[in-house]
Nanobody, 124 residues
Framework: QAQLVESGGGLVQAGGSLRLSCVASGRTFVTMGWFRQAPGKERECVAYIRFGSTYYGDSVKGRFTVSRDNAKNTVYLQMNNLKPEDTAVYYC?????????????????????WGQGTQVTVSS
């Protein structure tokens, strides 16, 4: 049974940093994504990584970095210069498909597996 487990969330002041981790088990995933969802808002794609390519949402470009360690089956999201508007539950998502689906990876239905989510709260 494939599983994703996130960690690293917490409370931080504006301007601070956090690093989220997502450990995958049960199978190998090609595309790993990070999404977030704030109360009353839709789930949005923050970033994803597929082989050596990365994507970032406009609101996090220049502040967040996604990376992966294949040996550890782990994907990371380094979040710097955090802002109160970054407050949300952050979810790790994974897809094992080899066919490149391009911008579809910014959409939640592109992923078959999801973690339980980790809360990130940024105080002003």
């Amino acid at each position: 049974q494939a599983q994703l487990v996130e960690s690293g969330g917490g409370l931080v002041q504006a301007g601070g940093s956090l690093r989220l981790s997502c450990v995958a088990s049960g199978r190998t995933f090609v595309t790993m994504g990070w999404f977030r969802q704030a109360p009353g808002k839709e789930r949005e794609c923050v970033a994803y990584i597929r082989f050596g390519s990365t994507y970032y949402g406009d609101s996090v470009k220049g502040r967040f970095t996604v990376s992966r360690d294949n040996a550890k089956n782990t994907v990371y999201l380094q979040m710097n210069n955090l802002k109160p508007e970054d407050t949300a539950v952050y979810y790790c998502a994974a897809d094992a498909g080899l066919v490149d689906r391009g911008t579809y990876y910014t959409q939640p239905p592109a992923y078959d597996y999801w973690g339980q989510g980790t809360q990130v709260t940024v105080s002003s």
